[in-house]
């Protein structure tokens, strides 16, 4: 028989008989298996960074090559989702008030957003309120459900401690709900809303859950909600405190909310690499070493 006639009996496509498998070059092998290192410790790295690592590692290597390896092995950076926020058509929308505004204060404008993160088998979701002018995160709320009086609560707690001018969300029911809304205009508080689809309204938020997720929630692996509710409540400690921001001139939210000192929001939010692994713990062993460092440093009297 023909071969066409034994593939066609063996439902075999002919091109598969004359398959020589391509061997990979050794220069490749080494490369991967440095990929993979960078991956493994960086994994919020995509192809560009991962080629800019291994440019300053010494390697002679471009991002094409780079994103063909990393298509070979089967990994990618890991990003974030899609955001959740869906809103009702019964609701009132209220329109965007931060178009042209200058921010030139703490307390001025706060921005509030959901996100969602897996824990175990099931999802928790988050809600923070982020001053827009410090990125100093006011208050925060962890449930499992999207439920409008678990950010009510978070809401109410704030303004306890603080009173902003203008609140600005996204056009989800949560934050078109009239409980949400009717406790901000007991306060005497403005209502801005995002434009539909428009994610860079809210980008200091959006930016603040991508480094939540990049810098500690993607590098632990939180089973239990005790622990992913320790872990956020670790991180946020870390980002208002001991985290510093390229856009802030390099200070931390807390030195600019509370001192009031005057920041650039012109500034795009900062795309600086930041120290890997859980962040605080990284934190702590630079304190650590800086302090050990000191006495060689410095001058004998």
């Known amino acids: 028989m023909s071969v066409f006639k034994q593939c066609g ?24 298996n440095e990929i993979r290192d960078i991956w493994r410790r960086i994994p919020f790295y995509g192809y560009r ?17 780079v994103q063909r390896l990393m298509r070979c092995m089967g990994i990618q950076a890991v990003y974030p989702k899609p ?10 929308i209220y329109p965007y008030l931060l178009r042209d505004l200058i921010v030139g204060k703490a307390n001025q404008v706060w921005s509030v957003d959901i996100t969602y993160l897996k824990v175990g088998s099931g999802y928790m979701y988050l809600v923070a309120l982020i001053d827009l002018y410090s990125r100093y995160v006011i208050d925060w709320e962890l449930s499992n459900t999207l439920e409008t009086d678990n950010c009510v609560e978070m809401l109410n707690r704030a303004i306890k401690r603080f009173k902003p001018e203008i609140v600005n969300s996204d056009q989800g029911s949560q934050f078109t709900d009239e409980k949400w809304t009717a406790v901000l205009k007991d306060n005497g508080i403005d209502i801005s809303m995002d434009g539909k689809g428009r994610c860079l309204d ?12 990049y810098e500690d ?7 239990t909600v005790p622990e992913l509710r320790e872990g956020v409540k670790r991180y946020i400690d870390f980002y208002n405190n001991r985290r510093w921001h390229q856009a802030l001139g390099y200070k931390t939210p807390a030195v600019i909310f509370w001192e009031k000192q005057p920041v650039d929001l012109c ?18 062993k630079i304190l650590v070493t800086s302090k050990a460092m000191l006495p060689t440093l410095l001058p004998t009297a």
């Open 9 to 32: 009996l063996l439902g075999v496509n002919r091109s598969t008989l004359y398959y020589r498998t391509k061997y990979v070059e050794r220069s490749d092998i080494d490369l991967m």
């Open 49 to 65: 960074r991962i080629t800019k690592e291994l440019q300053y590692l010494g390697f002679s290597v471009n991002r094409k090559r």
């Open 83 to 92: 955001r959740l926020s869906l809103g009702n058509k019964q609701h009132k």
């Open 202 to 213: 809210n980008i200091y938020v959006e930016r603040f859950w991508r480094s939540l997720k």
């Open 217 to 223: 929630f993607y590098l632990n692996d939180y089973q």
């Open 267 to 284: 500034t795009s939010p900062s795309d600086q690499t930041e120290p890997y692994g859980t962040c605080g713990q990284a934190m702590d």
